[in-house]
Structure formats: structure tokens, C-alpha cells
């Protein structure tokens, strides 16, 4: 009897997908089966542990992202004053202050592009783990 009815629970637990949405695939790709039987007898405590979860890996994408965009914004910084400096000294030797800004931004470009793309693959995890909370928000409401 009790064979039966895990078989069953097991087969169902398969068709209890939201949808085919990869945000709401994302939210339940990590469940094991006993995260399956929960969300199905008892969604409130599920999607209640979810949110959990999905608030601190928000946090913690939050933090990443303050991190590397402070960075990319300190380099900026560092590149504009090299600028500046370049211009001045140019322009006390008598040279092309116009070559001077080219040599000037052609040595921080490197680091400042590997800081930029940081700070936009930072932001892009940063939003998909925001649409994962809110999802996980909206199946909480809707369980309450």
C-alpha cells in the first residue's frame, strides 16, 4: 500500500511544474524529492524556505555588485586624475596635450574593461536573483 502510493507521488511529483518559465525552472531545479512533497502538502512552508533562500543569495549578488562597481568607479576615478596629470604635463613641456590624453587612457584601458565587465556580469546575476525572490514571493502569496 505504502509502495504505492510513494510510486505515485513519485510519478506526480513531475507534473507540478508553474510553467516552462526558466525563472520559475530555476526555482525548483535544486529540489529533492522530499522538497517536492512539501511543496505539494505543505506550499507554504516551502515557498516560506525558498524565500529565505533567495533573500540571501540577493544579498550576497548585492554585495558582489556594490564591490565590483565601487572598483570600476575607483579606477575611473584613477584613470580621469592620470588624464588630467598627462594634460598638465604635457602642456608644461610644451607637447601635443592631445597625445598625451590618448597615451593616458590607452594605459588604464585594459583594467578598467576587465572592472567594467565585473561590474555588468555582477549586475546581470544581481537581477536574475531579484526575479528568482520575487517569483518565489508571488508562489508564497498565492500559497498563503
Known amino acids: 500500500m505504502w509502495v504505492r502510493l510513494l510510486v505515485l507521488l513519485l510519478l506526480l511529483t513531475g507534473c507540478f511544474n508553474e510553467s516552462n518559465d526558466p525563472v520559475t525552472m530555476t526555482l525548483s531545479a535544486s529540489d529533492t524529492t522530499l522538497d517536492v512533497i512539501e511543496k505539494i502538502f505543505r506550499p507554504e512552508s516551502y515557498w516560506t524556505k525558498k524565500v529565505k533562500v533567495f533573500e540571501k543569495t540577493t544579498s550576497e549578488a548585492r554585495n558582489q555588485f556594490e564591490h565590483y562597481n565601487q ?29 598625451a590624453r590618448q597615451e593616458a587612457f590607452q594605459a588604464h584601458r585594459e583594467a578598467l574593461a576587465k572592472s567594467r565587465d565585473d561590474a555588468r556580469e555582477a549586475g546581470k546575476q544581481l537581477r536574475q536573483q531579484l526575479a528568482l525572490l ?3 514571493q508571488e508562489f508564497l502569496d498565492k500559497a498563503k
Do not use: C, F, W
Open 134 to 136: 520575487r517569483r518565489a
Open 71 to 99: 572598483d570600476y568607479h575607483a579606477k575611473l576615478l584613477m584613470r580621469r586624475e592620470s588624464v588630467i596629470q598627462s594634460v598638465q604635463d604635457a602642456k608644461k613641456l610644451g607637447k601635443e596635450t592631445k597625445a
